[in-house]
């Protein structure tokens, strides 16, 4: 029963390039979440998503990032043109069900981009 | 606002040593509280879910606890050793629409031999 898979785990942009994240939940979570950490810090809510649906997406920057989480295949985090404050270490986390529900949310080891 | 607060942010104790960590939360209306701990350059991992009915629960040598009236929660270490060295971090749930969870800024544990 594999865990939340992120991948790629390190990724290396240019400025201006796109950086694409992607997260496959647990067997049987239709719930993912996706947060940011940056270095000494601690975890920042980007998004939240089910399956086809943004629930809540209030922790993303207006411009440049986008999710989503397709019927079939992974969730994807897009960032486009990136600037070197986007270096951060992404996690994804996913659930069976609602958090208010005592799901046990489950996180991925991260994806840490370095924008050079 | 949905606030989370943790304390002491950083703490540094001899090994074989108890140690209790503390959040303090205004996130409402409550559903659940979660502890994680965090390890350097790895994902969260859940140690522990209270809700409001619950007061202490335990998971090996972490005993978590919950006052739903105070709205503080503890998390107590037991004979630490030098794997617990990583960061903790309580999160709060709310019955609110979207995301529902409310992430405190973590405490810094370091076991020294």
């Known amino acids: 029963n594999a865990g939340v898979m992120q991948n790629p785990r390190h990724l290396v942009r240019r400025r201006g390039q796109e950086a694409r994240l992607r997260c496959s939940p647990m067997?049987?979570?239709?719930?993912v979440y996706w947060y940011r950490q940056l270095p000494e810090e601690g975890l920042k809510f980007m998004v939240y998503l089910q399956k086809e649906n943004i629930i809540d997406e209030s922790g993303m920057p207006k411009e440049r990032f986008s999710a989503e989480f397709p019927k079939e295949g992974p969730s994807i985090l897009r960032i486009q043109q990136v600037v070197r404050g986007d270096s951060a270490a992404y996690f994804c986390?996913?659930?069976?069900?609602?958090?208010?529900?005592?799901?046990?949310?489950?996180f991925g080891e991260g994806s840490w981009l370095t924008v050079v | 606002k949905n606030q989370v607060e943790q304390s002491p942010q950083s703490l540094i104790i001899l090994e074989g040593k108890n140690c209790t960590l503390q959040?303090?939360?205004?996130?409402?209306?409550?559903?659940?509280l979660r502890w994680y701990k965090q390890d350097t350059g790895r994902g969260p991992v859940s140690l522990t879910i209270m809700t409001f009915s619950e007061n202490t629960k335990s998971n090996g040598r972490y005993t978590a606890t919950l006052d739903a009236d105070t709205k503080q929660s503890s998390l107590h270490i037991t004979a630490s050793q030098l794997s617990d060295s990583a960061s903790y971090i309580c999160?709060?749930?709310?019955?609110?629409?979207?995301?529902?969870?409310?992430f405190g800024g973590g405490t810094r544990l370091m076991v020294k031999p």
């Open positions: 067997k049987g979570h239709s719930h």
């Open positions: 986390a996913s659930s069976p069900g609602q958090p208010t529900s005592g799901n046990t949310i489950y």
């Open positions: 999160v709060v749930s709310a019955y609110n629409a979207g995301n529902m969870l409310t």
């Open positions: 959040c303090n939360y205004t996130v409402s209306p409550f559903s659940n």
